[in-house]
């Protein structure tokens, strides 16, 4: 006999095994790349292994193995998890802006943009630092590289710049300036240092975008 709707004992619908399994897979890689963070930031990447990351996650090697492949993969898992993040983060602040203020100038969309990525940075720096490092795997550079190939397509779309030479340079130097920001934010001691860097960052954008030919 077939039971339809059948309740738990708190009196809910119990979840489909399907959906179950596919939460519980996901809280997994969650505190295996929770576990993983915090390892590399305390040990470097290079020092630390995959024993360090199994006692820190209370996981097994057979599971990070399973849903990462390596450590080399727990980097690149994080590094893609921080980049689709903060490009959310900005992406968001940049629309809000231009929905808020239709008539203003792209620039002014991008600065909102660039204001609300360093100031996320500032909340994530502890994670954010290992990209900073330089204690990275083989690889990394290539990977990164590419991601940045992707943001500056974004910033000159938002900035409704052309691909020409001139606003290629235009574009990178912009850019540039908001991962230097970072950098340095990374380090700072406050939120209040972090603020006052990020309004600087703004500041030279503008200036920047404004020098233009």
């Known amino acids: 006999m077939t039971i339809l709707n059948e309740e738990d004992e708190a009196g809910q619908t119990p979840a489909p095994a399907s959906t179950r399994q596919w939460g519980k897979t996901n809280d997994t890689r969650r505190t295996i790349l929770t576990a993983a963070e915090d390892v590399f930031v305390d040990l470097g990447y290079w020092q630390s292994n995959i024993s360090d990351i199994v006692e820190r996650s209370g996981s097994s090697v ?30 968001e602040a940049s629309q809000a802006h231009l929905t808020e203020h239709p008539d ?57 710049l052309g691909d ?17 920001a970072c950098r340095v934010i990374i380090e700072v001691d406050t939120e209040e240092e972090a603020r006052r860097v990020t309004e600087v960052a703004v500041g030279l954008l503008k200036g920047l975008y404004d020098a233009r030919p």
């Open 62 to 91: 057979g599971s990070i193995y399973h849903h990462f492949g390596g450590k080399a993969e727990l980097f690149t898992a994080l590094w893609e998890n921080y980049s689709q993040t903060m490009g959310g983060v900005a992406n």
């Open 164 to 180: 020409n030479r001139g606003d290629a340079l235009v574009t990178m130097s912009l850019t540039a300036v908001i991962a230097e």
């Open 104 to 160: 203003d100038l792209p620039i002014d969309a991008f600065c909102a943009g660039a204001r609300a990525y360093c100031l996320h940075t500032w909340g994530s720096r502890r994670g954010l630092s290992l990209f900073y490092s330089g204690d990275t795997p083989p690889g990394y550079e290539k990977l990164r590289r590419k991601g940045n190939s992707r943001w500056l397509r974004r910033n000159a779309k938002l900035l409704d």
